[in-house]
Nanobody, 124 residues
Framework: QVRLVESGGGLVQAGGSLRLSCVVSGRTFNTGAMGWFRQAPGKERQFVATITWSDGIAYYADSVAGRFTISRDNAKNTVYLQMNSLKSEDTAVYYC?????????????????WGQGTQVTVSS
């Protein structure tokens, strides 16, 4: 069973940076993708970024493109989300998720395992 543990959230001023980490255990497949999603209070969970395990192809939501960078370390089974130029609207709980397939990885339903989430708060 895949288990995901996020870390790195916190409180930061607008314009600042944070790096989130997601350690994956129990992964027995080398295909698929890892994604980051976020959920603000009263809103639905939304896609942020995703990266494929095998070749590192990444996709981003328009709202974070150019500011956030997703990366992975296959040897450490860890995925990162570097967040720069943070804005107050980036405030949310951030979740990492695992997908066995690399198809339709922008869709939340493709992800079968989720972490517990880490809070990111950006003060203006």
């Amino acid at each position: 069973q895949v288990r995901l543990v996020e870390s790195g959230g916190g409180l930061v001023q607008a314009g600042g940076s944070l790096r989130l980490s997601c350690v994956v255990s129990g992964r027995t497949f080398n295909t698929g993708a890892m994604g980051w999603f976020r959920q603000a209070p009263g809103k639905e969970r939304q896609f942020v970024a995703t990266i494929t395990w095998s070749d590192g192809i990444a996709y981003y939501a328009d709202s974070v493109a150019g500011r956030f960078t997703i990366s992975r370390d296959n040897a450490k089974n860890t995925v990162y989300l570097q967040m720069n130029s943070l804005k107050s609207e980036d405030t949310a709980v951030y979740y990492c998720a695992s997908a066995r397939s690399r198809s339709n990885v922008l869709i939340r339903g493709q992800y079968g395992a989720w972490g517990q989430g880490t809070q990111v708060t950006v003060s203006s």
